[in-house]
């Protein structure tokens, strides 16, 4: 099964706001940026992955995620992020009607191309189904098979909200990357242990977190 995924990212001066107090309020959106083009890097190279969909409204975010191989759809709905990939459903399964799609996140720098196929072919068995984040609150993928509505509800507790709407839970070991968002500053400690792609290194390099 060959997935189309639907990354959604906001306007780069409003993105990743949880990590001001730690990298500064000057590097935040430059961070944005380097997490969203390691994520599609890692995404356009998977196997699993036929292409990748991203929701955004930066122009900035746009061209250079363009570059990495994204097609690039305007946030039309402009309600949030949950509206975002509702919209980038629609758009794909206009072309494409019977498309398996998946969310996922724009934060995820040390993403593994290996370990996103695995999860993708562990969620191939379900109509929908979800990787919960490495906090284990929130989620950082959901996938819905051909055929089958997304129904995001990403958000605050997002793991517990997307098994109520009837997505399984995917319990899978092994794929700390494709859990491993970045929100605060520990995350991005955490990330950057793992090893991150290319362009969160360069964005990072000499980089002082505080505590």
């Not at 993105?15 to 599609?40: E, I, W």
């Not at 305007?74 to 009607?97: F, I, S």
Request: hydrophobic share 50%; with cysteine.
């Amino acid at each position: 099964m060959q997935w189309t995924l639907v990354i959604p990212l906001k306007p780069l001066v409003r993105a990743k706001s949880r990590l001001a107090p730690a990298a500064g309020d000057a590097l935040r959106p430059g961070l944005a940026l380097a997490f969203a083009q390691d994520t599609v890097a890692a995404a356009t190279a998977c196997t699993a992955v036929r292409d990748v969909v991203v929701v955004t409204d930066d122009a900035r975010a746009g061209r250079e995620l363009a570059d990495l191989g994204a097609l690039v759809v305007p946030d039309t709905p402009q309600a949030g992020l949950n509206a975002a990939l509702a919209h980038g459903e629609t758009v794909v399964r206009a072309t494409r009607p019977r498309a398996p799609l998946a969310a996922l996140n724009a934060d995820l720098p040390s993403l593994r191309p290996a370990e996103l196929a695995r999860v993708l072919t562990a969620a191939a068995a379900f109509p929908r189904a979800f990787l919960p984040d490495a906090a284990g609150i929130g989620t950082t993928l959901l996938s819905a098979a051909p055929g089958t509505e997304l129904l995001p509800a990403f958000g605050a507790a997002s793991r517990a909200r997307h098994r109520a709407t009837g997505a399984v839970e995917l319990p899978l070991d092994g794929v700390t990357s494709v859990r491993q968002d970045v929100d605060t500053g520990d995350d991005l400690r955490t990330a950057l242990a793992l090893g991150v792609g290319p362009h969160t290194m360069k964005a990072t390099a000499g980089l002082v977190l505080v505590d």
